[in-house]
């Protein structure tokens, strides 16, 4: 009966009501829809790279080490040479080491050279390994295996032969233009860069770049890499690994541990993340001002209806609950749009945002965090409807 | 007796200084056709809400047909109200946005003590329309659609669903006219004879007393407002 009413009653002031609902499904929508990202942002940021110990690079910070050898982002400071590489893979509790290159750009995606063993070791998200979505992955100085988005965006096939520039950026003068590669590979989705990264053999690389050398037979093992990633036999041993490389005699170098400094790195993002539950919390405070004033103005104009519901029996408790019964309606209400809109929202940007950012979203869901923002919505507002509804309850005392 | 007032008085809470209703001994008989004659401004309104046991006075004794309501709690205040007494405005008698059946469904809603006498209450209130000469059809329209005149009908239906022994009609011909009131007037003692409930008239109209037993003047009744 209650419920019923508080219906029909919000069905008679549609216009308001309406607005109402609007402002709050986005306040909602913003709320959930920042949680969502953020929480997945940092999955997905988190699960760039994983089955990695250690992470060797020359002597810097450990954010610009992960930055550049992880993301592809800023420039190495300085190479190491090939010998700590021979060094490390010979330490008694390193498993595999897997050296990697960088420098090189192919119409602005970044080249990575390595070893046919970083296919094998490197994993991301949980212990996940790189998988071809068609042809193999290379065995021949030759070859190249494409990112999955590098494929997508610049629609290479199969055989297709490529260019490296060097440099990055898509309008570099020197081109390696007279030693191109065929792509052997193409790799699947990962969210991760490894999407956006043109992979080569480490030994091509140093061949583009000494050409005169560039003859196959010759010796192409590289003079130096850009970092050199490696599995431990027993996890046990990383910190001694990571202080016997830090404190190596022959070369300054740092190594880092890429789960802590991902954690760490993300931790100095806490500012822009704190900001934007600080916007939508704010966002959301200003749609339960409105939504309380809506009923305010809504007691005004019912005060002959309050009155005679009063005279024909009703309870100063029934006024009270069927304004909050209202309040939560619409809130309801504003609710599930929230949520139908997020999810459609989610769906068509999700493409956007694996390939312009490489963030994997996942549909929302709502066991997570979502329900205890839900349950606070809803508490919160029932608390701002107490307001009208208590002003409802005075005025049909009189 | 049907109503007894003794020694009553009221203020607000929030202006305790302003007495606005002060009776020493008010009665009303039952099997009377009551009627109250009081001007606006006269604490009409807040002497009826007393009555009616919306809200209790300030001190004093309060009987509605045999029933101490100063002494009532709240909800059995509510309850002995909608069980109790019927009310006509002069004008909002129905919820704009509840079609005429929900809104007697509503007034049986609150009188009603068990689910029972809920489901019951579907013929009732046919009969009740039926008496009043009520289009069936319109009472499934959204009352703002409707006619004055039958709004009004569908009022006076809903303040007679739960068998009321007392009727309060405050000012409900002042927005009629001549002929209209009459008919008003006529209908409402009839329906008070049909279903043998006390009636009390009140209107700040003092030609309409030859229509009662017995008059009373507010402002003769209520020594409050003599400044």
Known sequence: MILAIARKSLMYRKSSVIITILAMTISVMVMLGVEHIRHQAKVSFSSSVSGVDLIVGARTGQLNLLLYSVFRMGSPTANISWQSYENLKQNKDVKWAVPISLGDSHKGYRVLGTTPDYFTFFKYAEEQSLELQNGAFFQDTFDVVLGHKVAQQLNYQIGDKIIISHGIGSTSFTKHDKNPFVITGILQATGTPVDQTVHVSLQRLEAVHTPAAFQRGLDLTPQSVTAIMLGLKSRIKTFSVQRAINTDKQEPMTAILPGVALAEFWQSMAVLENTLQIV??????????????????????????????????????????????????????????????????????????????????????????????????????????????????????? | ?????????????????????????????????????????????????????????????????????????????????????????????????????????????FAANTKKQQANADKTIMDLLEELQVNIDDCQRPVSQLSVGQQQRIGIARAFINQPKLLIADEPTSSLDQDARDSFITLLNKLCANHNCNLLFVSHDMSLQSYFDRTHALNQINLANKD
């Open chain 1, 280 to 398: 939508s919390g704010l966002v959301f405070v200003s749609a339960v001002l409105g939504l309380t004033a809506m009923l305010i103005a809504s007691i005004r104009e019912r005060k002959e209806e309050i009155r005679l519901m009063r005279m024909v029996g009703a309870s100063p408790f029934f006024i009270v609950l069927i304004i909050q019964i209202e309040a939560l309606l619409i809130v309801i209400t504003s609710i599930i749009t929230a949520l139908a809109l997020l999810v459609a929202c989610l769906a068509i940007s999700k493409n956007y945002l694996l390939t312009q950012y490489a963030i994997g979203i996942n549909p929302i869901s709502l066991v997570t965090n979502s329900s205890f923002y839900l349950i606070s919505i809803m508490g919160i507002s029932s608390i701002a409807a107490l307001i009208p509804a208590l002003m409802a309850y005075k005025g049909s005392k009189r």
């Open chain 2, 1 to 109: 007796m049907l109503i007894q007032l003794h020694e009553v008085t009221y203020a607000y809470p929030s202006n305790k200084n302003k007495t606005i209703i002060q009776i020493k001994d008010w009665q009303l008989a039952q099997q009377q056709k009551h009627f109250l004659y009081g001007p606006s401004g006269s604490g009409k309104s807040t002497l009826l809400n007393i009555v009616s046991g919306v809200i209790k006075p300030t001190s004093g004794r309060v009987e509605v047909l045999n029933e101490r309501l100063d002494k009532l709690k709240q909800h059995k205040l509510d309850k002995f109200r909608a069980q109790n007494i019927g009310y006509i405005f002069q004008k909002f008698n129905l919820i704009p946005y509840l079609n005429a059946f929900d809104n007697i469904h509503l007034a049986q809603y």
